[in-house]
């Protein structure tokens, strides 16, 4: 594989839709930035994620959680900051920094003036300067001050300009549903009209959701994008989950085309340490259902508590072992598709064998 990589050092290079921008490019820019998905088009990646939530005013936005604006905007050093659900509380000896700011505690029109930063921040402040302070990625030599936030319908029209893909994501609601008046269904209509009135044909679009009733209703109302529709399976997180070929032939009956696990749920390690497909990849793949992962170049592979990778940190050690896992992830798993907070990557496997 080493010697297949370095050959294809000169290009030439393709996007690919075997590459999805996760949030855009978040290991160098600001999430859910116009910036970033710039970034990621530049990368060659096919698809861009917009995780999609809703302000105060109902308006759909692109957040990667409801309650982020906190790690994600500069909205603690603006007036803004008294409409927070919950202001800046200072670390003190026994307590980490915190705050609490949602797309809900304010309007469209307060998102706008907001300035995208990166997702990190530090936990021992006791100021929220200093909270905001985070470290620059090696990865841009000019990074970026103010990211521009972007609405739902201002990713659609930036992509299909691009001539991406689009991915979005309907978010689980931090507040009690309905919200002022929108009901869990509203909102999942809501997303894909946003398509429908912009004349983007529905085989573009793979709308995603955690939630399987929302799969389950886009099947029913939106049969059309719900041909593409990716069900996020969260299950591998519960303690009794236990998966099986008929549970998948259940999702697959109900209309389910495309699962996506984290990558955990699709690989493990033989007695010998070799990477191997888990039961789960191969009942998926039994049940004839389409199988994308994430989240490739995601937080640090070797921490034991990045649940992202779950049973492989000890394998995955270094850059070389993250291709390894890439390759069997796409060779004998059989993914079609892989997120990733830097699609440059992925971008150029992708195109060295020819996916």
């Known amino acids: ?46 698809v861009i994620e917009c995780d999609v939530t809703f302000t105060k005013d109902l308006a759909l ?27 800046f509380t ?23 003036s907001l300035c995208g930063r990166r997702d990190i921040v530090d936990a021992a402040a006791d100021n929220v300067d200093d909270y905001l302070t985070a470290p620059t990625s090696p990865l841009v030599s000019d990074p970026v001050q103010c990211g521009t936030l972007m609405t739902h319908a201002e990713s659609i029209d930036l992509f299909d300009k691009l001539g991406t893909g689009f991915t979005p994501e309907l978010k689980s609601a931090a507040v009690a ?10 909102y999942a209509s ?3 009209n946003e398509y429908v009135t912009r004349g983007i044909a529905a085989e573009r679009v793979r709308p995603q959701s955690f939630i399987l009733q929302d799969i389950l ?48 749920m699709l ?9 191997q497909p888990t039961n789960y990849a191969r009942y998926a793949k039994a049940a004839g259902l389409n199988i994308i992962t994430w989240t490739f170049e995601s937080g640090v592979a070797t921490d034991p508590n990045n649940w992202l990778y779950a049973n492989l940190p000890g394998f995955m050690d270094n850059e ?36």
């Open 61 to 87: 936005v692109c957040r990667h959680s409801q309650c982020d604006l906190h790690r994600t905007t500069n909205i603690l050093q603006t007036k803004l900051a008294r409409q927070c659900t919950s202001n």
């Open 320 to 355: 070389s072992k993250m291709l390894e896992v890439l390759h069997v992830l796409q060779s004998e798993v059989g993914i079609t598709g892989i997120f990733s907070d830097w699609p440059g990557t992925v971008t150029y496997y992708a195109n060295c064998f020819d996916l």
């Open 267 to 275: 690989l493990e390690l033989d007695a010998s340490g070799k990477l």
């Open 177 to 186: 549903m309905p919200f002022h008046g929108m009901t869990q269904q509203d």
């Open 190 to 192: 809501r997303m894909l």
């Open 90 to 112: 200072p670390a003190t000896a026994d307590k980490a920094a915190n705050a609490n700011c949602c797309t809900t505690d304010i309007t469209l029109e307060e998102f706008r």
């Open 217 to 264: 209703y886009w099947i029913d109302q939106h049969p059309d994008f719900a041909a593409h529709a990716v069900y996020l399976d969260p299950r591998g997180r519960q303690p009794d989950f236990q998966v099986s070929l008929e549970d998948m032939q259940r999702l697959y009956n109900a209309g389910v085309t495309t699962i996506a696990p984290p990558m955990a």
């Open 1 to 46: 594989m080493k010697s297949k990589l370095q050959s294809c050092a000169t290009g030439p290079f393709k996007r690919t839709e075997f590459s999805i921008a996760h949030r855009g490019a978040p290991l160098g820019y600001p999430e859910h930035t116009r910036q970033g998905y710039l970034a990621a088009a530049a990368m060659g990646a096919g």
